[in-house]
């Protein structure tokens, strides 16, 4: 049995050697080469466009303005379709616009015979625009006279969630409470995935072929079908191996508009690769949240009232809209208990590029300001804030009322207590204390909440094919992708331990191709392991019935009495192999009596869901004189469930890490206040996060079984890139006495405090 192993993955040889094939490897050289051209206002109307400079280029092929495509609106998020029509996302995407609403806006796309041509059309175009004002603060957004988006949306406002648990203006009356409040922000930051986005479409038969570098390919096809006024069986998705997507590619991006361009040229094969400085803007980023928390407690640190006012910066366009800043609202209202929690949370749209999902889905956020705000209320208490947190975490055995979620171990203090433990916590905090130099040294802790898929938010579905071969071998294919994280190679270990044959006698089908894979919405919301896996094992559990029923035919032993242990068909009575599995799928398919294909494809629709916990530690050193810090050590603990492979689990928790360092450290997407234009649209001023800027990150585990998931896990992917940068912060807060309230934690922030608080 290879589950709990870490087992080579199963993509490994062919991505280390190069022979792994990318949507750009597929595409064709002769294929047409197709170009955005973006909006240079923020906000405004498209009224001309002159495009006669640009078709006299030689190799221009043809020229699309936001005139000549169909007035039709579309949704872009990558969610499952809802037959509810108030449950769809919002329609509010046109192929290309001429109403902009962010400085990068598509209006028009040149078609050329290759990239020279198509970058000199796009510099002949000429627009003329109306402007209008702008606005790029959620805050400022929501006010009375600002700039207004969209019409349907007044004060700009996309969603407003309101939870009210308990009395909250009743316990906030209660004597001898201390009240401890803060602004908490998080900025605009972008996946900076390797693979830039990049897709290509084709026509055959009527139909159009999008082969795409995306995480929902059955979803895009919905979209594409819906973008272009076209039943969607007529949209076939391909989706090869993928070079990261950390969400950007939960959204159908540039799908829609290649289609398009494809079908005005005769059908003929036309790609859009997206450079890095659009890929910045014009993809989505992640949600800049504001946040208000104000909690009131006793002097013994037990919580009584809190409250949380949350402010999202949607962007210009809905995307993923409000589910971010919902998902934010729940972490806070669970994840410490209290009497009475009061919750607003608001997604504004703004006249910035669109928001969607990013790796955390919104936990990001929500932990950074959460966690500061906890840090902040132990020192204003003179309390441990691990003892704080241990005083009011969620206890074993609350439920949410919602999704029926429910804590049944004691994962956090488990997972506190091995954080602590590594990177000696108490003595670090009794040996940094007081300390007055000009260098010196924090540590720091955060802990997170996350929920695994998305149920009974959306719809949660696997589907799963297995074949058996002749050899006795199975080919094993999933709707649910694989994008770079591993999927694969858990899927074929799951799949090993309910068939009981060996790990390497199953072959993953890795692209996903929506005219032949099963139905799967994709990669997101740390689903895979724990929605894909009730697929797996019920259409495994399938196909061995059909396997021990011909067996019978071949042993006479009825199939009660017989199992499948390392591919061979044995007798459980005494344990004597009577057969190897190969010998039996031989004569299943050749047998002049009974020639029988043995597969199984099957559904499963998942109507449960799992918390997943942990918490960060982090080590930091800071110049004050050099307003510098630097991250010395830091460790993952998480409660991810069971482990199907330690190795690849360790590898989802340091890429997190990663993340969650960038997040706090460095990374800031950043817009001219004057104009709307993006300052830092590219990988030498955005200050991505490398491995120079990492310490040791260390990956440990505690492995409670999770008891509604099929193969016992729960959320792994995202959680690890939660906790990282309020763990920062507050070992910057240890360090010098200094509480800062935003990222990244720039010298130029770090500045602006220390000056502040008179260490400057």
Same mark, same amino acid.
């Given at each position: 049995?290879?589950?709990?192993?870490?087992?080579?993955?199963?993509?490994?040889?062919?991505? &280390?050697?190069? #022979?792994?094939?990318? =949507? !750009?490897?597929?595409?064709?050289? $002769?294929?047409? @080469? *197709?170009? %955005?051209?973006?909006?240079?206002?923020?906000?405004?109307?498209?009224?001309?466009?002159?495009?006669?400079?640009?078709?006299?280029?030689?190799?221009?092929?043809?020229?699309?303005?936001?005139?000549?495509?169909?007035?039709?609106?579309?949704?872009?998020?990558?969610?499952?379709?809802?037959?509810?029509?108030?449950?769809?996302? &919002?329609?509010? #995407?046109?192929?290309? =616009? !001429?109403?902009?609403?962010?400085? $990068?806006?598509? @209006? *028009?796309? %040149?078609?050329?015979?290759?990239?020279?041509?198509?970058?000199?059309?796009?510099?002949?175009?000429?627009?003329?625009?109306?402007?209008?004002?702008?606005?790029?603060?959620?805050?400022?957004?929501?006010?009375?006279?600002?700039?207004?988006?969209?019409?349907?949306?007044?004060?700009?406002?996309?969603?407003?969630?309101?939870?009210?648990?308990?009395?909250?203006?009743?316990?906030?009356?209660?004597?001898?409470?201390?009240?401890?409040?803060?602004?908490?922000?998080?900025?605009?930051?972008?996946?900076?995935?390797?693979?830039?986005?990049?897709?290509?479409?084709?026509?055959?038969?009527?139909?159009?072929?999008?082969?795409?570098?995306?995480?929902?390919?059955?979803?895009?096809?919905?979209?594409?079908?819906?973008?272009?006024?076209?039943?969607?069986?007529?949209?076939?998705?391909?989706?090869?191996?993928?070079?990261?997507?950390?969400?950007?590619?939960?959204?159908?991006?540039?799908?829609?508009?290649?289609?398009?361009?494809?079908?005005?040229?005769?059908?003929?094969?036309?790609?859009?690769?997206?450079?890095?400085?659009?890929?910045?803007?014009?993809?989505?980023?992640?949600?800049?949240?504001?946040?208000?928390?104000?909690?009131?407690?006793?002097?013994?640190?037990?919580?009584?009232?809190?409250?949380?006012?949350?402010?999202?910066?949607?962007?210009?366009?809905?995307?993923?809209?409000?589910?971010?800043?919902?998902?934010?609202?729940?972490?806070?209202?669970?994840?410490?208990?209290?009497?009475?929690?009061?919750?607003?949370?608001?997604?504004?749209?703004?006249?910035?590029?669109?928001?969607?999902?990013?790796?955390?889905?919104?936990?990001?956020?929500?932990?950074?300001?959460?966690?500061?705000?906890?840090?902040?209320?132990?020192?204003?208490?003179?309390?441990?804030?691990?003892?704080?947190?241990?005083?009011?975490?969620?206890?074993?055995?609350?439920?949410?009322?919602?999704?029926?979620?429910?804590?049944?171990?004691?994962?956090?203090?488990?997972?506190?207590?091995?954080?602590?433990?590594?990177?000696?916590?108490?003595?670090?905090?009794?040996?940094?204390?007081?300390?007055?130099?000009?260098?010196?040294?924090?540590?720091?802790?955060?802990?997170?909440?996350?929920?695994?898929?998305?149920?009974?938010?959306?719809?949660?579905?696997?589907?799963?094919?297995?074949?058996?071969?002749?050899?006795?071998?199975?080919?094993?294919?999933?709707?649910?992708?694989?994008?770079?994280?591993?999927?694969?190679?858990?899927?074929?270990?799951?799949?090993?331990?309910?068939?009981?044959?060996?790990?390497?006698?199953?072959?993953?089908?890795?692209?996903?191709?929506?005219?032949?894979?099963?139905?799967?919405?994709?990669?997101?919301?740390?689903?895979?392991?724990?929605?894909?896996?009730?697929?797996?094992?019920?259409?495994?559990?399938?196909?061995?019935?059909?396997?021990?029923?011909?067996?019978?035919?071949?042993?006479?032993?009825?199939?009660?009495?017989?199992?499948?242990?390392?591919?061979?068909?044995?007798?459980?009575?005494?344990?004597?192999?009577?057969?190897?599995?190969?010998?039996?799928?031989?004569?299943?398919?050749?047998?002049?009596?009974?020639?029988?294909?043995?597969?199984?494809?099957?559904?499963?629709?998942?109507?449960?869901?799992?918390?997943?916990?942990?918490?960060?530690?982090?080590?930091?050193?800071?110049?004050?004189?050099?307003?510098?810090?630097?991250?010395?050590?830091?460790?993952?603990?998480?409660?991810?469930?069971?482990?199907?492979?330690?190795?690849?689990?360790?590898?989802?928790?340091?890429?997190?890490?990663?993340?969650?360092?960038?997040?706090?450290?460095?990374?800031?997407?950043?817009?001219?206040?004057?104009?709307?234009?993006?300052?830092?649209?590219?990988?030498?001023?955005?200050?991505?996060?490398?491995?120079?800027?990492?310490?040791?990150?260390?990956?440990?585990?505690?492995?409670?079984?999770?008891?509604?998931?099929?193969?016992?896990?729960?959320?792994?992917?995202?959680?690890?890139?939660?906790?990282?940068?309020?763990?920062?912060?507050?070992?910057?807060?240890?360090?010098?006495?200094?509480?800062?309230?935003?990222?990244?934690?720039?010298?130029?922030?770090?500045?602006?405090?220390?000056?502040?608080?008179?260490?400057?």
């Amino acid at each position: 049995m290879s589950t709990g192993k870490s087992v080579a993955r199963v993509d490994a040889f062919d991505k &280390v050697t190069g #022979r792994a094939k990318y =949507t !750009d490897d597929l595409c064709d050289s $002769g294929a047409l @080469v *197709a170009r %955005v051209l973006h909006a240079t206002i923020a906000n405004g109307r498209v009224l001309r466009i002159d495009t006669s400079a640009a078709e006299r280029i030689e190799g221009v092929v043809k020229i699309v303005t936001c005139f000549d495509v169909p007035d039709i609106r579309f949704p872009t998020a990558g969610h499952p379709w809802s037959t509810d029509p108030h449950h769809q996302d &919002v329609a509010d #995407r046109k192929l290309l =616009t !001429d109403r902009v609403r962010f400085y $990068g806006d598509d @209006v *028009a796309a %040149v078609i050329a015979e290759n990239e020279v041509a198509a970058a000199q059309a796009l510099r002949a175009i000429r627009v003329e625009y109306e402007e209008y004002p702008f606005v790029l603060d959620q805050v400022e957004a929501m006010q009375p006279g600002a700039p207004q988006l969209h019409e349907a949306y007044p004060n700009n406002i996309l969603g407003h969630t309101a939870i009210e648990n308990g009395d909250y203006e009743k316990a906030i009356r209660e004597e001898g409470l201390i009240v401890v409040e803060g602004w908490y922000d998080t900025p605009t930051v972008q996946h900076c995935h390797i693979e830039n986005h990049i897709c290509f479409a084709q026509m055959e038969g009527g139909r159009i072929t999008v082969t795409s570098s995306t995480q929902i390919p059955h979803i895009v096809r919905r979209i594409v079908g819906q973008a272009l006024g076209i039943p969607w069986g007529r949209v076939r998705i391909v989706k090869p191996y993928i070079g990261g997507g950390f969400g950007n590619k939960q959204d159908a991006l540039y799908e829609p508009l290649c289609a398009f361009l494809c079908t005005q040229v005769g059908g003929r094969l036309v790609k859009l690769d997206v450079p890095r400085e659009e890929t910045f803007v014009c993809n989505r980023v992640r949600h800049a949240i504001r946040s208000h928390i104000v909690t009131h407690v006793r002097p013994d640190g037990t919580f009584v009232a809190r409250r949380l006012e949350a402010y999202s910066k949607q962007g210009a366009y809905a995307s993923h809209g409000h589910g971010i800043a919902a998902k934010g609202a729940s972490a806070f209202a669970q994840l410490y208990q209290c009497k009475a929690c009061k919750v607003d949370a608001y997604t504004v749209f703004t006249n910035t590029p669109a928001s969607g999902a990013m790796r955390g889905y919104g936990i990001p956020q929500a932990m950074f300001a959460l966690e500061s705000h906890i840090e902040d209320v132990a020192r204003r208490l003179g309390m441990d804030s691990i003892e704080l947190r241990k005083k009011n975490l969620m206890p074993v055995g609350y439920v949410d009322g919602f999704s029926k979620n429910e804590n049944y171990f004691d994962s956090l203090n488990q997972c506190i207590e091995k954080g602590k433990a590594y990177i000696d916590y108490d003595a670090k905090r009794a040996a940094y204390a007081g300390q007055t130099g000009p260098v010196r040294r924090g540590v720091g802790m955060a802990v997170f909440w996350y929920n695994t898929a998305v149920w009974p938010i959306s719809l949660e579905t696997a589907a799963c094919r297995i074949v058996l071969n002749q050899d006795g071998s199975v080919q094993l294919q999933m709707g649910d992708t694989e994008i770079g994280q591993g999927a694969d190679t858990a899927f074929a270990q799951m799949a090993s331990e309910t068939l009981g044959i060996p790990f390497a006698d199953v072959h993953v089908i890795s692209t996903q191709d929506t005219d032949v894979t099963p139905f799967g919405t994709g990669a997101y919301a740390s689903r895979q392991t724990y929605v894909g896996g009730f697929a797996i094992k019920q259409t495994a559990l399938l196909l061995k019935e059909r396997i021990l029923k011909y067996a019978y035919e071949l042993t006479r032993m009825p199939a009660f009495l017989l199992d499948i242990v390392d591919g061979k068909i044995v007798r459980t009575s005494d344990g004597r192999v009577l057969m190897t599995l190969g010998e039996l799928a031989t004569e299943a398919l050749y047998s002049l009596t009974h020639s029988e294909h043995l597969t199984a494809e099957s559904t499963y629709q998942i109507k449960s869901n799992a918390y997943s916990f942990g918490c960060s530690f982090a080590e930091v050193e800071v110049d004050i004189p050099l307003c510098r810090l630097r991250v010395l050590n830091m460790i993952n603990v998480h409660d991810c469930g069971r482990l199907i492979n330690p190795a690849l689990a360790e590898a989802q928790v340091h890429g997190g890490m990663s993340m969650a360092i960038g997040y706090g450290v460095s990374e800031q997407l950043l817009f001219d206040e004057k104009t709307g234009r993006p300052l830092n649209n590219n990988l030498l001023d955005y200050k991505l996060s490398t491995a120079m800027d990492h310490p040791h990150l260390e990956a440990q585990f505690v492995e409670n079984y999770e008891p509604t998931s099929a193969y016992g896990t729960k959320a792994l992917g995202e959680p690890p890139a939660c906790p990282g940068a309020p763990a920062i912060r507050n070992a910057l807060l240890n360090a010098t006495g200094v509480a800062v309230d935003r990222i990244p934690l720039t010298p130029h922030v770090l500045f602006e405090r220390f000056r502040e608080e008179g260490l400057l």
